[in-house]
């Protein structure tokens, strides 16, 4: 069991992170600020990007599949809306960017995309269904933001909380149910472009 959530962390990040809004100072990296200041070309932005949106991989996949290990995916659904917002506002804070997670259909209303967001998932969905392989990432200037967006694809583990509404486990169903009622993330198979994540900084002076 262990093994294959692990092998699934590049893409489970997505399991239930948050726009965060706890902060959480003793966790800021040494020059964090300095670090997102220093960005001043598209190049700079990825390498931000590519850092940010793996360290948050590392810091929720781990505590999403102990969860599934301690307490089943009914139990990770209640633990995920709860401990995710602040540990995501951790890592955001730690680099000195924003931090956000956001998909055409979503779980969690506090995810949903603004516009620029909306063109960021249609691109990435354009190019999945004119067969060609999904970008690693996309860079926006937007609302005086720096942005870079990493894709997230849908893996077999996924499909236990995101998968189809009758093939859910009734425990995993009566979770979502009564957690988000408006929930729209269900349906997803392997391999289903699920979302992104978006790490941005201010886009002042670049
Ligand atoms: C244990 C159940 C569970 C598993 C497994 C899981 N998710 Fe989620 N997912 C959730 C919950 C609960 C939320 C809403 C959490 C929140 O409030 O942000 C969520 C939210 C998301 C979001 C944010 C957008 C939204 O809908 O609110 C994305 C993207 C996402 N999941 C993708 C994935 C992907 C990809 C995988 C597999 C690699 C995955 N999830 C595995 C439960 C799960």
Redesign the pocket.
């Given at each position: 069991m262990r093994r294959s959530i692990l092998a699934?962390l590049p893409?489970?990040l997505?399991?239930?992170?948050?726009e965060g809004t706890v902060t959480r100072p003793d966790d800021r990296a040494p020059g964090a600020e300095q670090r997102a200041a220093d960005v001043r070309s598209e190049d700079d932005m990825v390498a931000l990007g590519n850092e940010v949106s793996s360290a948050l991989i590392g810091e929720l996949m781990g505590r999403?599949a102990a969860a599934?290990e301690e307490g089943g995916?009914a139990y990770?659904?209640d633990f995920?809306?709860t401990e995710?917002l602040p540990r995501t506002a951790a890592v955001a804070e730690a680099h000195g960017v924003e931090l956000k997670?956001?998909?055409a259909?979503?779980?969690?209303p506090?995810?949903a995309p603004d516009a620029h967001e909306r063109a960021a998932l249609e691109y990435f969905e354009a190019e999945m269904a004119a067969g060609r392989a999904l970008p690693s990432h996309l860079v926006q200037r937007a609302d005086g933001e720096l942005r870079y967006y990493r894709p997230?694809?849908?893996?077999e583990?996924?499909t236990?909380?995101?998968g189809p509404r009758d093939a859910l486990d009734p425990a995993v169903a009566e979770a979502l149910d009564r957690?988000?009622p408006d929930d729209e993330?269900t349906g997803y198979r392997p391999g289903d472009f699920?979302?992104v994540v978006r790490v941005s900084v201010p886009a002042a002076n670049r």
């Open positions: 699934a893409i489970l997505a399991a239930c992170v948050d999403v599934i995916p990770a659904i995920c809306s995710a997670r956001t998909s259909r979503v779980r969690n506090a995810n997230i694809v849908v893996a583990l996924c236990t909380c995101h957690r988000y993330a699920r979302g």
